[in-house]
C-alpha cells in the first residue's frame, strides 16, 4: 500500500512539475492584428501621398501580399484602396508604407478646408485588411484627428 501511495504521489508531482514548468516557456505572440496609423498626408494638384505606420505586436514578422483600407474624414470617403502590396513588418517593429492616390472630391474639399485653417482639426477613420503570407487576413482599424503641418501648405498629421 505504501508503494502504490508513493508512486501516486511521485507521478503527481511529476504532472504538476510538467504543468507549471511548461508555463514558464516562452510564450510567442503570433497573428494579432498590428496597430496602423496615419503617418501623414501630402496633398498635390490631383493625387496625394498617404503614408501609414504599421507596428507590428507580434514576436514574429508579418510578410504581407496585399493590402485594403478606406479612409474617411469627417464621415466622408477619402480613398479606398485594395491591391497586392509586398512589405516586410519586423517581429515587434513598424514600417511605413506610402501610397499615391486619387482624394475623393469631398475629401479634398475637406483637406482643403483644413488648409486654409477653416477647421482647426479633421477626425478621420482608418480600416482595413493586411493579406499575410503565414497568417490569416489581420484586420486593423483606428481613428484620431489630422492637423495641418505649420509652415508646410498641402502637408497633414
Do not use: H, W
Not at 507590428?56 to 485594403?68: G, K, S
Not at 519586423?90 to 492616390?101: M, R, V
Not at 489630422?146 to 509652415?151: L, Q, R
Amino acid at each position: 500500500m505504501v508503494t502504490r501511495k508513493a508512486s501516486f504521489t511521485a507521478l503527481l508531482t511529476a504532472c504538476l512539475a510538467s504543468v507549471f514548468l511548461s508555463a514558464c516557456g516562452p510564450k510567442l505572440v503570433r497573428g494579432e492584428s498590428p496597430f496602423v496609423s496615419i503617418q501623414g498626408i501630402e496633398l498635390g494638384e490631383e493625387n496625394m501621398t498617404l503614408r501609414l505606420r504599421i507596428r507590428n505586436i507580434n514576436d514574429v514578422a508579418i510578410e504581407t501580399t496585399n493590402i485594403q483600407f478606406d479612409l474617411d474624414l469627417e464621415g466622408e470617403a477619402l480613398v479606398a484602396y485594395n491591391q497586392p502590396q509586398r512589405a516586410n513588418v519586423i517581429a515587434s517593429g513598424a514600417e511605413t508604407l506610402s501610397f499615391e492616390l486619387a482624394p475623393s472630391e469631398a475629401g479634398k474639399a475637406l483637406l482643403l478646408s483644413l488648409q486654409n485653417r477653416e477647421v482647426p482639426n479633421l477626425e478621420y477613420r482608418l480600416s482595413g485588411e493586411l493579406g499575410t503570407v503565414d497568417d490569416p487576413t489581420l484586420t486593423f482599424s483606428g481613428n484620431g484627428r489630422i492637423y495641418p503641418v505649420p509652415g508646410r501648405p498641402g502637408q497633414f498629421r
